[in-house]
């Protein structure tokens, strides 16, 4: 008997008509002899109802009382499937994230989990149940609720799937894996059987939104293997695990990410402790700055750029404003129509002139590059929005990663 941990997204418990096709995958697994544990979102559009009607009293709603609100809607979908599984004759136990004690720290919104009180899950398990949690919730050290920020229940999962030593995690979705770019832009755009923690860390830090970015990072830390399914359709899925395939292809991925902004600071003085000076700042906001470029000019001046998630740009830009007063900068501007586009692999690391067919690629499609980075295992490009399908369209035909590529 293996333990294995399931997580179902908001779209795969959208209705009670999806609610109870997921009790039957669940109870199917358990009758196999696996333990289960099982980590559900709130159904389809819940939490945005939710945000809304905050957002209707309150543009700028208190962190806390939104967190006490958004995590209402996970609570929902833990007691309706639990209620389903038992009607099913599969005894079940629902909980919240502060019922297991998921720890978190006090950045509401966008907390972090610091550990999991597991022995009410492992009772619960003895006794032959199905442990039903709620994802994308903890609670702080003085009892506060909070919440995991989009996507945080794949974080739950595979935090409890480490804690509990799982074989593997599950994550259910609306899509049937991990596939060379979304098929709604590349419709020959094709699933991969398997790829490594590396590659899915780029993948989804790059606009892949299959899986949340600390979700990977967990699963990696603690060598949870993790396997992406659709809840819709049966199939083996992607799994994402250490190690990488005999043949690993020379790029596994292209992704788009139309959620940035670009700011730069023009005219700054040019000297040492400048880049803190402004992003200092903006890092304790907790903004997340990605892409960073500086240009020296002759008249002892430099200018500053660098991209920040697109939510986040108005906050960054008055930061900005304020900063640029204070170090005597000439002007702040800002651009919200880009976009991220960027190849991901791990064989990249042993083939040269990766770089060059890329930029030749866009170059032959009229698109121009306005900022460049690199690691070992990606190259991104930021480029106006308009371009974002296109590029990706090119890169994917340029490498050959459709169906019969």
Do not use: W
């Not at 002899?33 to 939490?47: C, F, H, I, W």
């Not at 979304?182 to 991969?192: F, I, M, S, T």
Request: glycine fraction near 10%; aromatic fraction near 4%; charged fraction near 25%.
């Amino acid at each position: 008997m293996a333990l294995i941990v399931q997580k179902y997204g908001g779209t795969s418990v959208g209705t009670l008509e999806r609610i109870a096709a997921v009790a039957d995958e669940v109870r199917a697994v358990r009758e196999l002899g696996d333990d289960v544990v099982v980590v559900v979102s709130a159904m389809s559009g819940e939490t945005n109802r939710l945000l809304v009607m905050a957002k209707t009293l309150d543009r700028h709603p208190n962190p806390r009382e939104l967190d006490v609100l958004l995590s209402t809607g996970e609570q929902v979908t833990i007691a309706l499937l639990s209620i389903c599984l038992e009607s099913k004759g599969c005894p079940a136990r629902s909980y919240t994230g502060g019922q297991v004690h998921i720890r978190t720290d006090n950045a509401y919104n966008k907390a972090r989990i610091l550990g999991i009180d597991h022995r009410r899950v492992e009772e619960d398990l003895a006794k032959g149940r199905v442990v039903v949690v709620a994802g994308f919730q903890g609670v702080d050290e003085h009892g506060n609720i909070t919440t995991l920020g989009r996507g945080g229940s794949d974080t739950t999962a595979v935090a409890l799937a480490a804690a509990l030593s799982a074989r593997e995690c599950q994550i259910f979705t609306d899509v049937d894996g991990v596939y060379t770019a979304d098929p709604r832009v590349v419709p020959e755009a094709r699933r991969l059987d398997r790829v490594t923690y590396e590659e899915m860390l780029e993948l989804a830090s790059l606009g892949a939104k299959v899986l949340q970015i600390r979700a990977v990072e967990f699963a990696r830390k603690y060598n949870v293997p993790l396997r992406v399914l659709s809840s819709f359709q049966p199939g083996k899925g992607t799994l994402i695990a250490e190690e990488a395939a005999m043949e690993q292809p020379l790029i596994s991925g292209v992704t788009c990410n139309r959620d940035e902004a670009k700011l730069t600071v023009l005219g700054v003085p040019d000297r040492p402790g400048i880049a803190h000076r402004i992003l200092g700042p903006v890092a304790k906001a907790n903004i997340e700055v990605d892409m960073i470029v500086q240009n020296v000019g002759e008249d002892g001046t430099t200018d500053f750029t660098f991209t920040v998630n697109r939510s986040d740009y108005e906050a960054a830009l008055e930061i900005l404003k304020q900063v640029a007063g204070d170090l005597g900068a000439r002007e702040v501007t800002g651009d919200r129509r880009i976009a991220k586009v960027s190849l991901v692999g791990v064989a990249m690391r042993s083939h040269a002139g990766i770089a060059s067919r890329m930029f030749e690629a866009l170059a032959t499609e009229g698109i121009n590059i306005r900022m460049i980075s690199t690691s070992e295992i990606k190259i991104s490009v930021v480029v106006d929005e308009k371009y974002a399908e296109l590029g990706v369209r090119s890169l994917h035909t340029e490498f050959g990663l459709g169906q019969n590529g």
